[in-house]
């Protein structure tokens, strides 16, 4: 167990803002996580868990103590004649478990390639992208009772996820620590192709039928022409939630603006993307003092350089200002501000 005083989280969050936290614990097993919450403090607290830090902005130190797991390790737990379960360590890398179960024949994540983040995160996030969710795969989360150091078990139906929305950042939030997830994958290929630009990317190409390999190199494709890469710009990706309104609130804005992207969730909701609205009030591309929004994707902010998580906080408050004025819509940050 790695275990650090006045620790820089540069390394840490993929905005590439500085911030020391007061104490920085990496375990690498159970015994880990349960050694150390057994012998917590309250000076040890507030807690901070987490991932790989792609969904982060820092905008001071951290008087508490930051947690971060290292736990590896990919195990068949189960398999029956149409699926396959793997459990996961919460410290591997996601889009490592996306392309090993690839690799292997199974299904289900393709469309999920290329998310930042770990595999603990998925489950806490509920990651999406492109129509599917980390929640169609979850089926258990394991984890550390951080009031007890006893492990638990979490259903997929426990965890109550919703769109980018689970337990864990609710009501469950410091609670647990989470070791393990376990995935379901499908063996027979049922590509969702229906969503972005999925089916004309793969058209582009001449593809009208994907093998599972050829559909997760395009959606890799995608992101990376649309996506900075963090280590260059630093970014949290997606940076805003896209909202949900109302049939009537849509119906109201598509007579205004004709044309307006959409997905329908159900009979009475509508999605928005919130980068087109971002985009109409004239923010893609642009800057407030070194804190930006991306040229090519306006619902991800950037880092031009030495940004301070201030900076960026400036610019996402006056984004949702300006969106607010121009439709009527409140949208909400996707990434957690410490």
Same mark, same amino acid.
């Given at each position: 167990?790695?275990?650090?005083?006045?620790?820089?989280?540069?390394? =840490?969050?993929?905005?590439?803002? #500085?911030?020391?936290?007061r104490r920085f614990v990496e375990f690498g097993d159970v015994d880990d996580v349960q050694t150390f919450v057994r012998t917590l403090t309250e000076a040890d607290r507030p807690l901070l868990i987490i991932g790989a830090g792609s969904n982060l902005l820092l905008t001071r130190d951290f008087t508490g103590t930051v947690l971060h797991s290292a736990i590896k390790g990919r195990e068949v737990v189960k398999r029956s004649d149409k699926k396959v379960w793997l459990r996961c360590g919460s410290g591997e890398t996601w889009d490592d478990i996306v392309a090993y179960a690839v690799d292997n024949g199974w299904h289900g994540a393709e469309n999920l390639s290329l998310i930042p983040g770990e595999v603990g995160a998925s489950a806490v996030q509920n990651i999406g992208a492109y129509g599917v969710e980390a929640k169609d795969l979850i089926t258990k989360v394991e984890a550390v009772d951080i009031a007890t150091g006893n492990v638990v078990e979490m259903t997929n139906e426990d965890c109550k996820y919703a769109y980018r929305q689970s337990r864990f950042k609710n009501e469950w939030k410091d609670h647990y620590v989470i070791t393990h997830v376990t995935y379901c994958f499908s063996l027979n290929f049922c590509?969702?192709? #229906?969503?972005?630009?999925?089916? =004309?990317?793969? /058209?582009?190409?001449g593809i009208s039928k994907p093998t599972a390999q050829q559909l997760r190199q395009t959606i890799i494709n995608i992101r990376e022409a649309k996506l900075p890469d963090p280590k260059v710009m630093g970014n949290a990706g997606s940076f805003f939630m896209n909202p949900v309104v109302g049939r009537d609130v849509y /119906?109201?804005?598509?007579?205004?603006? /004709?044309?307006?992207?959409?997905? %329908? %969730?159900?009979?009475?909701?509508?999605?928005i993307p919130a980068g087109w609205m971002i985009e109409q009030c004239g923010w893609k591309g642009a800057s407030l003092g070194r804190a930006g929004v991306h040229d090519r994707q306006a619902l991800v902010l950037v880092n031009r350089g030495g940004a301070t998580g201030e900076e960026v906080v400036a610019l996402y408050k006056r984004i949702i200002e300006d969106v607010r004025n121009k439709f009527g819509i409140e949208i909400h940050p996707e990434v957690n501000v410490i």
């Open positions: 167990m790695k275990d650090l005083k006045n620790y820089n989280l540069l390394a =840490h969050n993929t905005f590439g803002i #500085d911030g020391l936290c590509p969702d192709l #229906d969503y972005g630009n999925i089916r =004309h990317s793969l /058209e582009e190409q /119906e109201r804005l598509a007579a205004r603006y /004709e044309g307006m992207p959409h997905y %329908v %969730v159900d009979a009475e909701h509508i999605k």
